[in-house]
Nanobody, 123 residues
Framework: QVQLVESGGGLVQAGGSLRLSCAASGGIFSTYSLGWFRRAPGKEREFVAGISQRGGSTDYTDSVKGRFTISRDNAKNTVYLQMSSLKPEDTAVYSC????????????????WGQGTQVTVSS
């Protein structure tokens, strides 16, 4: 069992930056690929970014490419999402998720989820 806890959310003005963290415990962190997802009010959960077990491969949804960067530190059991040039449409609850196999953009294939952290971008 893996437990995931996100932090770093908050209120930021458009154009600003935030860094989200997701700390893991209870499993061998380096054996899991990780994804960041977000859910805006009234919308479906959306894949944001993913990273492979050793960090050698990353994937992003088109709307965040060039603005967000996913990274991980296996020594600290933590995955990060650096968000820059934030837009009001980035407002959502951001959650991290873990699975043993390769990164996928489909949330249903992830076995472990954090509780989420709210990101609000004001215009």
């Amino acid at each position: 069992q893996v437990q995931l806890v996100e932090s770093g959310g908050g209120l930021v003005q458009a154009g600003g930056s935030l860094r989200l963290s997701c700390a893991a415990s209870g499993g061998i962190f380096s054996t899991y690929s990780l994804g960041w997802f977000r859910r805006a009010p009234g919308k479906e959960r959306e894949f944001v970014a993913g990273i492979s077990q050793r960090g050698g491969s990353t994937d992003y949804t088109d709307s965040v490419k060039g603005r967000f960067t996913i990274s991980r530190d296996n020594a600290k059991n933590t995955v990060y999402l650096q968000m820059s040039s934030l837009k009001p449409e980035d407002t959502a609850v951001y959650s991290c998720a873990a699975r043993r196999l390769e990164v996928r953009s489909t949330p249903d294939v992830y076995a472990y989820w954090g509780q989420g952290t709210q990101v609000t971008v004001s215009s």
